[in-house]
C-alpha cells in the first residue's frame, strides 16, 4: 500500500480572506461541498475573526450551521473569543495562530506573541475538556514582512513548548511565502529529529514559485501534513507581499506521480479549482493547470 500524506484544504479560509469580492455564505459553503467532493480529509472552512478586520470571514457560524459538524471540518481562530465562538458553533476541530514575529503578531492580532502563546495554553486546556481538536499553526517561521529574517531557534522554542503542551498538529507556516528548499529542509529535519513527524505539518505559500519545492523538501526529511490552497488563491490581509497559497492541485499532483496516497481525487479537484475561479474571478489556478485541464477534467 502506498503511503499516506494528509492534505488539508485552507482555500475557505486563507483562499478567501484577502480576496477584493466578498463571497456570501452560500457561495463558501458551495465551495467547500465541492472540496468535499474530492475526498480531501480535512478542510479549514473560514476563521472566527473580528468581521471588522476581515470583512470575508464574516458569518462563519452560519457557514458552519449550513455545513453541519463534520470531523473534517476546521477553523482558524485568533483568540479565546474566536475559540469560545467556534465552540458555540460546534466546530470540532480549531486552528489558533501563533507568532514567530513580534510585529506581525501586533498587525494580525493586536497582541505579543506572548500573549497569543497564553491564549494557546489556554484553548488547548479548554479544548481538552470540549473534546475538541487543536492545531497550532506558527506564522512568518522563515520571514516576517516587518522584521525580516526568523531565527530557526526561535520556531524551535515555540514548538517544543506546545508539542509538548499537548497540541495535536504544529504546522509551521511560510506566511508571506519567503522560504527556500535548503531552509525548510534544515528547519523541518531539526523539528522532526527533536520530536517526530507526526505530528508536525508544513503551510507554503508561492510567492517566489518555491511553494512544491519546499514540499518537496519537507516530504523528503519525513513530513506528511500539508496545507494547501485550492486554485492557488491565498494571502494575509496583514502579510504584505504575500501571494497565493501552493495549490492544491499542483501538490496533489506531484504526490500522486510520486506515488503517495493523499485520497483525493484530481478530477474532483479541478473542478472545485474551477469554481473556486468561477466564485472569486481572481483564482491564479495551480501552476500546471493547463496539463491538469487536459488530463483531470471532469465529463460533465
Ligand atoms: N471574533 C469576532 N470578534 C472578536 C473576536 C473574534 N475572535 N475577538 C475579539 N472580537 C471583538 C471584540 O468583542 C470587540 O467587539 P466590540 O467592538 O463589539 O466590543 C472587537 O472585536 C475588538 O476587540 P479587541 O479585543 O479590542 O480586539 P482588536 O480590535 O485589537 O482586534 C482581533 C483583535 C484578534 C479580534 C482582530 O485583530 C482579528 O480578528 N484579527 C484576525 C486577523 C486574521 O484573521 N488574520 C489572518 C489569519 S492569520
Ligand atoms: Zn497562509
Redesign the pocket.
Known amino acids: 500500500m502506498s503511503e499516506r500524506v494528509w492534505i488539508t484544504e485552507v482555500g475557505p479560509?486563507?483562499g478567501l480572506?484577502?480576496q477584493p469580492k466578498i463571497l456570501t455564505p452560500a457561495e463558501r459553503v458551495q465551495l467547500v461541498r465541492s472540496l468535499d467532493r474530492t475526498g480531501v480529509p480535512c478542510i479549514e472552512v473560514g476563521?472566527?475573526?473580528?468581521?471588522?478586520?476581515?470583512p470575508a470571514?464574516a458569518n462563519t457560524d452560519q457557514v458552519v450551521a449550513e455545513l453541519g459538524n463534520d470531523e473534517r471540518y476546521c477553523a482558524?481562530?485568533?483568540?479565546?473569543?474566536?475559540?469560545?465562538?467556534a465552540r458555540a458553533a460546534g466546530v470540532r476541530w480549531v486552528t489558533m495562530?501563533l507568532y514567530a514575529s513580534e510585529t506581525f503578531s501586533h498587525r494580525?492580532?493586536?497582541?505579543s506573541k506572548v500573549a497569543a502563546e497564553e491564549a494557546t495554553a489556554e484553548i488547548i486546556r479548554r479544548a481538552k475538556e470540549d473534546g475538541v481538536g487543536v492545531i497550532a499553526?506558527a506564522?512568518a517561521c522563515f520571514e516576517c514582512p516587518y522584521d525580516g529574517a526568523t531565527d530557526p531557534a526561535v520556531v524551535e522554542g515555540i514548538a517544543a513548548r506546545f508539542l509538548d503542551q499537548g497540541v495535536d498538529v504544529f504546522v509551521v507556516a511560510d506566511?508571506i511565502g519567503a522560504a527556500n528548499p535548503g531552509q525548510v529542509k534544515s528547519l523541518m529535519q531539526s523539528l522532526v529529529s527533536q520530536h517526530g513527524a507526526e505530528r508536525l505539518g508544513c503551510h507554503f505559500h508561492d510567492t517566489r514559485a518555491m511553494g512544491v519545492a519546499n514540499v518537496y523538501s519537507a516530504l523528503e526529511v519525513g513530513i506528511r501534513r500539508f496545507d494547501a490552497c485550492i486554485a492557488g488563491l491565498g494571502g494575509?490581509?496583514?502579510?504584505p507581499g504575500a501571494t497565493g497559497n501552493v495549490a492544491t492541485e499542483d501538490v496533489v499532483m506531484m504526490l500522486q506521480q510520486m506515488g503517495f496516497d493523499t485520497g483525493i481525487d484530481l478530477a474532483a479537484l479541478m473542478s472545485a479549482s474551477a469554481l473556486a475561479e468561477q466564485l472569486t474571478g481572481t483564482a491564479p489556478g495551480g501552476r500546471a493547470r493547463a496539463w491538469l485541464e487536459k488530463n483531470y477534467r471532469e465529463s460533465a
Request: glycine share 6%; proline share 9%.
Open positions: 479560509r486563507d480572506q484577502n476563521s472566527f475573526v473580528s468581521p471588522k478586520a476581515v470571514m482558524l481562530i485568533p483568540n479565546l473569543k474566536g475559540y469560545e465562538l495562530v494580525n492580532v493586536g497582541m499553526t506564522s506566511t494575509c490581509p496583514f502579510a
